[in-house]
């Protein structure tokens, strides 16, 4: 089956800590992004990959970390200069004929 | 700039009433407009979309929404309500112009089904 996957589902790290999210897809997708999403702000997009070995800053892309170095793996570094990083995490990928993303099933960030 | 906004962050209904969920779009190009649906602890899973083809969409589940220029509007409705729709709903907007269009979420709209 095609999909994306997220891991882990569920993440604790204590206070200065980085921490790395992983998201793979078997879509042949070109472009995946990283999400953040906190309760009642809806989705912000963190960084965003449009081909492999190329990224771009999204809106908060501060205290956060990609890497694009094959095009079924986009993973997240959640870094200690992050100040508020206990949210849910969500990956995605699209294909630019149909421009339509695909979400994985998420990461749930808990700082201690 | 695009920007979405939907009105409610929470709406409840009857079992078998109507669900109307409102999202307004602004938007300086011919938008592509999305509605996902987000069950507890899930990603998002598309509804529906619209890319300028024919105004009046219909999706996954039993919901359609309506394109409407003049009043900028991308509602969501489905007729009669099963308790198995309550979840969260997001409306979406892009410009659909680059290989790796930018989509702009809404806030969210909370739905519950009272039985």
């Known amino acids: 089956d095609g999909g994306i996957t997220q891991s882990p589902k569920y993440l604790f790290r204590k206070e200065g800590q980085n921490v790395t999210l992983s998201c793979e897809q078997n879509?042949?997708?070109?472009?995946m992004y990283w999400y953040r999403q906190d309760p009642g702000q809806g989705l912000r997009l963190i960084y965003y990959?449009?081909?492999?070995?190329?990224?771009q800053k999204g809106d908060i892309a501060e205290g956060y970390s990609v890497s694009r170095e094959k095009k079924e793996s986009f993973p997240l570094t959640v870094t200690s200069a992050q100040k508020n990083p206990t949210a849910f995490y969500l990956c995605?990928?699209?294909?630019?004929?149909?421009?339509?993303?695909?979400f994985g099933p998420g990461t749930r960030l808990t700082v201690l | 700039a695009q920007s979405v906004t939907q009105l409610g962050s929470h709406v409840s209904v009857s079992e078998g009433a109507l669900v109307l969920l409102r999202c307004n779009y602004s938007?300086?190009?011919?938008?592509?407009l999305f509605w996902y649906v987000q069950y507890p602890n899930q990603g998002l899973q598309l509804l529906l979309k619209y890319t300028s083809a024919a105004t009046l969409v219909k999706g996954i589940n039993g919901f359609e929404a309506e394109f409407k220029k003049s009043e900028t509007s991308f509602h969501l409705t489905k007729p009669s309500a099963h308790m198995s729709d309550a979840a969260e709903y997001f409306c979406a907007v892009s410009d659909g112009r680059s290989s790796a269009s930018k989509i702009i979420f809404g806030s969210g709209t909370r739905l519950s089904i009272r039985p």
């Open positions: 995605a990928s699209s294909n630019p004929r149909t421009d339509t993303q695909y």
């Open positions: 990959s449009q081909i492999v070995n190329d990224f």
């Open positions: 938007s300086s190009v011919p938008p592509y």
């Open positions: 879509l042949n997708h070109d472009a």
